[in-house]
């Protein structure tokens, strides 16, 4: 499978977020990436179920809405119907992580689960046949524009060595400090879904930033 882009809306500009998803839908871009902040679980805030209710109505490619929030167990049916294709949760965030997902895709929506940069990969060992992808955190959820932490290089490859070793079909996921120098290492290691929020939107040419991203 050729690898994905999950432009991160985050990122995007909010006095003009019809005009930045216009041109996600015109991009080489696969998936639209929708990170919703509590404040509790992350210091900052973001976007709930009605504004991604809103750009499920202009988005041309799916949704995949990152949940960092606490108890995500009570909104899971929002975010679906807000018009999530994709919904992923914290295993920090979950102390029933399996009754979580299978709440997820009892929806209707693939589930995936989200560790922090300080979690270890071993500890999906149990999950990982049942969910459709894994996001790795590549720096400290809450703000966009951080720096990549290297030491994700080493979790990307053990998980996909857990993956092939449990014949999962899940797909790794990668979000944080993600640009141009350091995604050819990623897909490499074995990441399948690139998410990039700064690099794509501050970028003078967005579309061709998209292009290059997809060519690694």
């Known amino acids: 499978m050729n690898h994905l882009i999950a432009p991160s809306l985050l990122s995007a500009d909010f006095l003009n977020l019809e005009k930045d998803i216009e041109m996600l839908n015109r991009s080489d871009a696969d998936w639209f990436h929708l990170d919703v902040m509590d404040g509790l679980f992350v210091p900052n805030i973001s976007f709930g179920a009605g504004i991604i209710s809103q750009i499920s109505k202009k988005a041309k490619k799916p949704l995949d809405v990152h949940l960092m929030i606490v108890d995500p167990d009570r909104y899971l049916e929002q975010f679906a119907k807000a018009g999530a294709a994709m919904i992923s949760v914290h295993y920090e965030a979950c102390t029933h992580l399996n009754r979580t997902v299978s709440a997820i895709r009892s929806l209707g929506v693939k589930a995936g689960v989200v560790l922090n940069p300080h979690t270890p990969v071993h500890l999906l060992t149990d999950i990982l046949g049942e ?23 080493p979790k990307i490859m053990a998980l996909k060595s857990m993956i092939r070793e449990h014949d999962s079909g899940a797909l790794i996921e990668v979000d944080g400090g993600v640009d141009l120098s350091n995604a050819p290492a990623l ?4 990441v399948d879904v690139l998410v990039a929020g700064n690099t794509i939107f501050s970028s003078t040419d967005p579309l061709q930033t998209i292009h290059q991203l997809k060519l690694v």
């Open 187 to 190: 897909i490499k290691s074995g």
């Open 131 to 153: 969910v459709d992808l894994v996001l790795l955190m590549s720096v400290n959820p809450g703000f966009g524009g951080q720096k990549f932490i290297e030491r994700t290089f």
